[in-house]
């Protein structure tokens, strides 16, 4: 059973940027595809990007590109997102999702999550 532990959420002001973090364990994370999600009050939870288990191929909702970078250091198992010029709008819950080996930003499609870490940015 994988179990997911994300960090590094916060209040900040527009124009900042912050790291998230998601820690992996109970699994074996090179044989993982990981992806982060987010879900605004009253809005359905919605993909922000993802990262294959070995080559580290990314995804992105092509709204962030360019934005927000996702990367993730096999060696301590833990998956990261850099969110760069935050703005108001991306205020949410940010959730840490794990599935088996292929791509999918279909929320549904992951089995594995972690319990969300709130980012608020005020403007």
């Known amino acids: 059973q994988v179990q997911l532990v994300e960090s590094g959420g916060g209040l900040v002001q527009a124009g900042v940027s912050l790291r998230l973090s998601c820690a992996a364990s109970g699994g074996t994370f090179v044989n993982l595809h990981m992806g982060w999600f987010r879900q605004a009050p009253g809005k359905e939870r919605e993909f922000v990007a993802s990262?294959?288990?070995?080559?580290?191929?990314?995804y992105y909702e092509d709204s962030l590109k360019g934005r927000f970078t996702i990367s993730r250091n096999n060696a301590k198992n833990t998956v990261y997102l850099q969110m760069n010029s935050l703005k108001p709008e991306d205020t949410a819950n940010y959730y840490c999702a794990a599935r088996p080996l292929y791509y999918s930003r279909i929320a549904s499609n992951y089995p594995y999550w972690g319990q969300g870490t709130q980012v608020t940015v005020s403007s």
């Open positions: 990262i294959s288990d070995k080559t580290m191929e990314t």
